[in-house]
Structures are given as C-alpha cells and as structure tokens.
C-alpha cells in the first residue's frame, strides 16, 4: 500500500558531489555480462559487481561520503557505528584512511571472517565491540553508547549522506550501460541502496523497473510496504546477515515504497543454491546478501525474457566455514536431501538390508546417528539421505513402509529437525 510521495529524495548534485568524495578510495566496479544467466533466462544480465570494491562491497560508498562530511570538530570526537559486517569494514577503512578514532559494534553472531576485515582496514583507528544476536540489537548498544561519549553515530543506511554515497552505483551504471535498463534487481536490508539507486534512476531510465530483494526470514521492507508503515518484525531468520534487518529506515521506507516497482522476498535455501552455482560455475564467490539479487531472477523469468537486466551484486565477504551450511540449506530447498528416523530391526544385517534393498541406486546416507540403549525388537536412527532426484523420495519411502523401517520424516517438523540433526 503507497503512502505519500516522500519528502527526501537525494539530489542528482549531491550524488554526483558524493562520486567526486568517495573517487579517492572507491572503485569504479565493472558491469559484466552473464553468459550462463543470460542464457538461462533468454535476456542479457549483466552483473554489476560490487564484490570487488577493495572492501568487497558497496558499503564503503556511503560510509566514507558521511564520514568525509564531518566538520573538524566532529571528527574530533570520533565516529561509532553498528553493522553486520560491511558497513563495519566501510566505516572501518574511512576511519584509517581519515585518521578517525571509531568504535564499531557488530552482532556477535558475525561471521568471523567479516570481523577479522574489519580489524584489517581500521587497524589502530578502530575499536570492535561485539553485541546482540541481530544488527538491531548492536545498532541499540551503539547508540546508547554514542549518547553516554558524544561520538557521531554513522548509519549504515538511514542517514543522507549515506544514501547519496551508495547513489554512486546507479550513476556507474547509467554511464557504463550502453542500452536502456529494463529491469534492475538490488538487495534490500535497509534500504539505502535501493534508496540511492531510485534517486538516480527516477531522473535518469525513469522507465527502468527497480526490483528490491529481501530474504524470505527477513522482510522487514515488504511487511512495511504491505503494512502502510514502517513495522518492527519480532523474529528475524539472520542466516542472511547482510540482509537481516528487523526494521527499515524512516528515510529508505517512504523512498521505496513510492517507486519501487515491487518489492519480493527470496527463501534463503535458494539463495545458497544461488552461491553455489556462483561458485562452481562463474568462479564468483558472493556473501548470502550479495546473492540476492540473482536468486530473485527465477521469479521474474517470463517477464524479463529478451529483456536487458542488471543485478548488482553487492558483496563477497563470505565465511568459508558457511559452506557446509550453505550446501545444507540448498540440498534441503532443492529437495535433495531428507532426514528420517529409521526403526532398525535389532538383528544382524540389518543395515545391510536397508543400505541394499532399501535405498535407490543413486541414494546417499550423508548423515547416520544410531544408539542402542534398549533390547526393544527396533531400533530408532537419525538417517540423513541425499537424492539425485526428488522424485526419488516417494518410492524411497514406500519401501521403508514396506519392510517396516519407516520411523517418521522430520524435514517438516522445525522443532524436531533442530533437536535431532
């Protein structure tokens, strides 16, 4: 539901003032064509890589136009700021690079590996306080916290000078596309990408259909676009950290919900499966959130067919230790792989009689956790199977029902699944 028109929008000056700021250290990032996508979904995509900014994501954009904006005698007193991870490494780089005390607080959820980089561009300048499971709750710590010192708080979206600085990225691409954009997908957390991005292509390729992307456990935009108004989401899914946000901001919402041309939401099972094929078959390694805009592409495939597309991807600052995850929630969204419990019969060659007559040629026990505590006639395991097909999982049942080792199947039970595997 549309509100009224906002009463902010960045002005094409004042973006194109932040370009000349943020020239000093940003790169300009490529816009490359996706061969396999492009054929995939019968139009051109072009990747507008964001990843490859020396913080490997757009964030370094708005977090040093603010930053650079200070007066002497605010920078006197410090910045402090709350982030998942990239605004983090953006303020972080701003502050070794402007010779500014900061204090950062990241969720203690963070990945390690986004902590370590900010570590590595604040060097001596900066100060990590890990706080909170969510980005609301370090973003609380962090201003309560620039209440008690004076310090200025940096936001890593809801702030205009923030917003003008990620602006930067639509007027790249305005200059490096050499065709009118069709459709443009972008990641929304907070919004002030997709804020920036409007300000430029309203002005701009007003004919260009701006989509934003959020996760499915995390639509803090979509539920205040459909709601009339900014809400709060109690509980977040944060396996998509650069994404997950509990509530969107004062300045973002009224933007997005004006022009955006629509506004989905991604399971985060797709996303992985997204990452992956980043991965092996583009040889891009991409963060849950910088994946977004690509996983989104399914949803629209008849509507961009022939069209010319861009998705920016807006950061690589994955944690390799995620993998395992990350390949988890893929096999299970593509419906590959399957946990049950398995009543064994307590009797020699048991398992050997599921392993042959029970599972399919192509079936795999990835996961097995069997403890005999009783003398009952059967058994319970935790069995996990990876399938080549989901159209394996049906017969695969039956025979277990059939020679009497079906237990129960606990992929659609949360509760239990999270308990057991």
């Known amino acids: 539901m549309k509100s009224a028109q906002p009463s902010y929008l960045p002005k094409l000056d004042d973006v194109r003032h932040a370009a000349k700021v943020i020239a000093e250290i940003a790169e300009e990032t490529p816009l490359t064509e996706s061969i396999r996508l492009s054929k995939q979904y ?3 995509i072009r990747l507008k890589r964001e990843d490859l900014q020396r913080v490997r994501s757009y964030k370094i954009r708005g977090a040093f136009n603010k930053i650079s904006a200070l007066s002497n005698e605010d920078r006197a007193k410090g910045v402090i700021c709350a982030s998942a991870g990239n605004h983090a490494q953006g303020v972080a780089f ?8 900061g204090t950062i607080y990241m969720p203690s959820v963070t990945p390690k590996q986004k902590v370590e980089q900010t570590k590595l561009f604040g060097g001596e300048w900066v100060e990590i306080v890990l706080e909170g499971d969510t980005f609301d709750d370090a973003s609380l710590a962090a201003n309560k916290y620039g209440a008690r010192t004076g310090k200025i708080f940096v936001h890593p979206f809801d702030d205009p000078k923030i917003i003008e600085g990620q602006a930067t990225v639509g007027l790249e691409l305005i200059s490096q596309s050499k065709a009118p954009i069709d459709y443009l997908f972008v990641c929304i957390g907070g919004g002030g990408l ?9 002005e701009l390729s007003p004919n260009t259909k701006i989509i934003g992307v959020e996760p499915k456990g995390a639509p803090s935009m979509k539920a205040s676009i459909e709601a009339g108004e900014i809400i709060a989401l109690e509980d977040i899914d944060k396996f998509i950290d650069g994404a997950a946000v509990k509530k969107v901001g004062r300045l973002t919402y009224p933007i997005c919900n004006w022009y955006l041309n629509d506004m989905i939401t991604v399971d985060e099972g797709m996303v992985c499966q997204t ?3 980043l991965y092996n078959r583009d040889a891009i390694v ?3 959130a910088g994946a977004l805009s690509i996983a989104a592409l399914d949803q629209y495939k008849d509507k961009i067919r022939g069209k010319n597309v861009v998705c920016i991807i807006g950061g690589s600052n994955n944690d390799i230790t995620r993998t395992a995850e990350i390949k988890e929630r893929a096999l299970l969204y593509g419906k590959l792989k399957h946990y049950f419990i398995i009543r064994f019969p ?6 050997k009689e599921f392993v042959v007559d029970i599972l399919g040629p192509t079936d795999d026990i990835t996961h097995f956790e069997y403890s005999k505590k009783s003398s009952r006639e059967n058994a319970p395991a935790v069995v996990g199977i990876e399938l080549k097909d989901p159209k394996d999982l049906k017969p695969l049942i039956e025979r277990m029902k059939t020679n009497n080792f079906y237990g129960d199947y606990i992929n659609d039970k949360p509760d239990l699944f999270e308990y057991l595997v």
Do not use: M
């Open 94 to 101: 701003a502050c070794f690079h402007l010779k500014i005390q």
């Open 286 to 288: 991409v963060e849950p």
């Open 346 to 351: 307590q009797r020699p060659g048991a398992l």
């Open 42 to 44: 019968g139009c051109q």
């Open 275 to 277: 990452i992956l094929d």
């Open 194 to 202: 997709a804020s920036g991005l409007i300000s430029v292509f309203s």
